[in-house]
């Protein structure tokens, strides 16, 4: 009996060990930092994140500007060292860092505050770049639209560029777009393309916008309001006066027909697509316009009333027939006072082209090649875009100087800023302290991304 208590025992002993030695074995992993986010200022600092764990872990960081490595203190607690390089930029950034071993992981987000700035600047991250986002003729209001907690309803919203305070409106199932919106705020129109037609807002009521005898109001666009909201512009089809779209402005709800180019750039007859008005000064003197003629949007402007139309017989005295001058659809094309229009040139290899709309002068900038007009300032500089780099890189031409510089570059140089590349100007008010336009970059996972932002130098205070 003796015998087999002694061979039982170890043998007993054995297995309650290997059990415990399993169940120890067989315990989760985890990874615990003792926050999930930390911010910093926007100078160069360091700090320590106490971390729990039973495994050994990696990191992974997404962003240059920091960096993490990994210590033991005496006592067997792990900790993580960040330290961040200075945020020279205006803008805050954040990435973020990845503790990891096997399957289990922990993600801390970093945010980082830009640096000291007293005036405004905002990228419009909630305002999807499919819904549209419009601003005043001198970027006092900028009108967008955000998707609602109810599915298929939107939410107009409008921001007030002087003092950065936000206005929502009545969240609607219907008007999903931003179009236009006044420098006052109150006149505002949007677009439903879901189910067609416009709204069309004056002092924030409702207003209807009639069509002239012989059109017909079924087949209203509208594409840009003067700085007042008393100048609508767009087009009409008519039942009798041919096919196609005519370029027209409504003064105080009245309706305009405005001339149209009998041919294209092309030399095809102008029907049956016609010409739209897309945008009017801050006055509503000067408007511009495209054509839709074998979708070539070349380009035509009317000034009090009178057309020029740089793709008919013009471009045939100036030798440039079909290789025409060209705006896509983007509005603001125009400088604030009028006097200046930005534009393209060519089919492929497209250059700059800036029009002086008092003289009529037509300045084809063939020695900055790959970029399109966007918008000018009343002085007469020229916002470009590059569509060699997808629209992801921006420009400011002076044409009398003959120079051009990046968006950014041209902000640090004339106001001390570091901005973020990517960004593109599409409005200009007329003491330049105010700006509109895009923000390209890449986001999550890689994927190209479009934002609105404003900037305003001088806000109220």
Not at 138 to 165: C, F, Q, R, S
Not at 243 to 271: A, K, M, Q, Y
Not at 312 to 317: F, L, N, Q, S, T
Request: charged share 20%.
């Amino acid at each position: 009996m003796k015998h087999i208590e002694y061979t039982v025992l170890p043998l007993l002993l054995a297995a309650i060990c290997l059990v415990s030695c399993q169940e120890k074995q067989e315990a989760p992993s985890y990874i615990y930092p003792e926050y999930s986010s930390y911010s910093f200022g926007h100078m160069p600092d360091t700090l320590q994140i106490y971390v729990e764990s039973n495994v050994d872990w990696n990191i992974e960081r997404e962003a240059g500007w920091l960096e993490a490595s990994k210590s033991d203190a005496q006592d067997g607690a792990q900790w993580l060292t960040v330290s961040v390089m200075e945020n020279s930029e205006i803008e805050p950034r954040t990435a973020s860092i990845t503790l990891s071993a096997g399957t289990v992981s922990s993600e801390i987000a970093i945010t980082q505050k830009g640096a000291e700035f007293t005036g405004l600047l905002e990228n419009f991250t909630d305002f999807p770049y499919t819904y549209g986002v419009a601003s005043s003729q001198n970027v006092n209001y900028i009108l967008g639209m955000k998707d609602a907690d109810a599915e298929g309803y939107w939410i107009p919203e409008i921001v007030n560029v002087m003092t950065g305070e936000h206005r929502e409106l009545e969240a609607t199932d219907q008007w999903d777009h931003a179009v236009a919106i006044s420098d006052e705020g109150d006149d505002y129109i949007l677009n439903s393309r879901r189910f067609g037609g416009y709204l069309v807002c004056v002092d924030d009521q409702e207003m209807e916008l009639t069509a002239p005898e012989g059109y017909r109001s079924d087949g209203l666009a509208i594409y840009g309001m003067s700085g007042d909201g008393r100048v609508i512009v767009g087009a009409l089809y008519s039942n009798e006066n041919g096919t196609g779209r005519f370029p027209c402005r409504w003064v105080d709800g009245e309706c305009e027909i405005l001339d149209r180019p009998d041919t294209s750039s092309h030399g095809t007859p102008t029907e049956p697509y016609g010409t739209l008005a897309r945008d009017c000064s801050a006055d509503g003197s000067v408007i511009y316009g495209t054509e839709w003629t074998n979708n070539s949007f070349a380009l035509c402007f009317w000034r009090d009333g009178q057309m020029f139309y740089p793709g008919g017989e013009y471009a045939v005295k100036n030798g440039y027939t079909a290789e025409r001058i060209y705006k896509t659809a983007e509005y603001g094309a125009l400088s604030p006072d009028g006097k200046w229009l930005a534009a393209s040139y060519g089919q492929s290899g497209a250059c700059p082209v800036i029009i002086n709309t008092e003289t009529y002068d037509v300045s084809i900038l063939d020695s900055f090649s790959d970029m399109v007009g966007l918008t000018c300032s009343n002085d007469g500089l020229l916002f470009t875009a590059s569509p060699a780099m997808g629209c992801t890189t921006g420009h400011v031409i002076d044409p009398e100087a003959g120079t051009s510089v990046m968006t950014e570059e041209w902000f640090k140089s004339e106001y001390g800023l570091n901005l973020s590349s990517g960004r593109m100007i599409y409005k200009v008010s007329d003491d330049m302290t105010r700006y509109f336009g895009t923000l390209a970059g890449y986001g999550t996972g890689g994927l190209f991304s479009v934002t609105y932002w404003y900037l305003n130098l001088a806000p109220e205070k």
